[in-house]
């Protein structure tokens, strides 16, 4: 009779867990870029809220004087005498309050930024027309 040599296995081989190390690397790989795209889009939105919030303050203004307030540079929000936004009213996760501006040269174009400020790749503008764009093609100025 042959004597039979059983082996008992304990564990995972190293293929084994190479395949496994492999498998979740390519999931990560895959997920990274999503979670990255998700999260700009959340900024943009939190950007986009805030602006609405500024907007809705520039038609009230308009509705009482018939015209925009006039800034000939961007100006922060917070603090001017057009709006009944407090301070703080405008922080959200991303973005504080001095992060958006308005100007208007004339009292009849006017333009709300949200500047981009390490938190966005670009900044995003909103201006009367209702045209949204998401750029740097003006400079910030600030007060």
Not at 20 to 27: C, K, Q, R, Y
Request: charge should be positive; proline fraction near 2%; aromatic fraction near 12%.
């Amino acid at each position: 009779m042959g004597i039979s040599h059983k082996r008992r296995k304990n564990g995972f081989s190293l293929v084994e867990l190479m395949i496994v190390i492999v498998i979740i690397g390519v999931l990560a790989g895959a997920a990274v870029p999503i979670y990255q795209h998700n999260l700009e889009v959340a900024k943009r939105a939190e950007a986009v809220a805030g602006i609405g919030t500024v907007r809705k303050q520039l038609r009230m203004y308009y509705g009482s004087t018939g015209t925009y307030p006039i800034s000939d540079k961007y100006r922060k929000v917070i603090g001017q005498n057009w709006n009944d936004i407090n301070s703080g009213e405008l922080t959200g996760k991303y973005f504080k309050d001095n992060n958006y501006r308005y100007r208007s040269y004339d009292g009849l174009e006017w333009r709300i930024k949200c500047n981009k400020n390490k938190v966005l790749s670009k900044s995003v503008w909103l201006d009367q027309s209702g045209t949204w764009k998401f750029d740097d093609e003006e400079p910030d100025v600030e007060d």
